[in-house]
Nanobody, 124 residues
Framework: QVQLVESGGGLVQAGGSLRLSCAVS????????MAWYRQAPGKERELVAG???????DYPEFARGRFIISRDRADNTLTLQMNDLNSDDTAVYYC??????????????????WGKGTLVTVSS
């Protein structure tokens, strides 16, 4: 059974940094797309960063230049380095993976596996 467990969330001041990690276990096949999503109170879930099996990355405009996604070759760990955080980044952040889809979707629909999330709170 595939399990994704996020860690690294917490409270940080505006302008600060956080590094999120996602531990992946129970995988008996190659994962394709992996990604981080977030959902703020009252808002829809949105893509934060995606990474394909070949290490190609995809960032929405708000994350470009501030966030960096990476995955290890064995797909045991997915990380998200977040810099220059602001209050708009406050949300629950989720790790996600797809078995067949090679690119993460903007809203998370179609992704197969999800962690339970880790809360990131940015104080202004």
């Amino acid at each position: 059974q595939v399990q994704l467990v996020e860690s690294g969330g917490g409270l940080v001041q505006a302008g600060g940094s956080l590094r999120l990690s996602c531990a992946v276990s129970g995988v008996r096949f190659q994962l394709q797309a992996m990604a981080w999503y977030r959902q703020a109170p009252g808002k829809e879930r949105e893509l934060v960063a995606g990474i394909m099996r070949g290490q190609s990355v995809d960032y929405p405009e708000f994350a470009r230049g501030r966030f960096i996604i990476s995955r290890d070759r064995a797909d045991n760990t997915l990380t998200l380095q977040m810099n220059d955080l602001n209050s708009d980044d406050t949300a629950v952040y989720y790790c996600s993976a797809a078995r067949y889809r090679n690119k993460a979707t903007l809203d998370g629909n179609g992704m197969d596996y999800w962690g339970k999330g880790t809360l990131v709170t940015v104080s202004s």
